[in-house]
């Protein structure tokens, strides 16, 4: 079975590491950025399946 690839984007690096480690299933492949800069950083070098964002982070929002 393919794992699916996502993308979880939040400024608080605490409730990342909380949400990675309640998120725990074989299917999922987690991965994390804390900026939105970051997250278009790890989107330019893979394709995700999923994104899962926070929507209030400074400078940018979760549209973006």
């Given at each position: ?23 725990q ?40």
């Amino acid at each position: 079975m393919d794992q699916i690839d996502v993308l979880h984007v939040d400024d608080d690096k605490s409730f990342l590491k909380m949400a990675s480690s309640l998120i725990q299933d074989e299917r999922l492949n987690i991965h994390s950025a804390n900026s939105v800069p970051e997250a278009k950083n790890k989107i330019s070098e893979k394709q995700f399946d999923c994104i899962l964002s926070d929507y209030y982070m400074p400078g940018k929002d979760g549209l973006y």
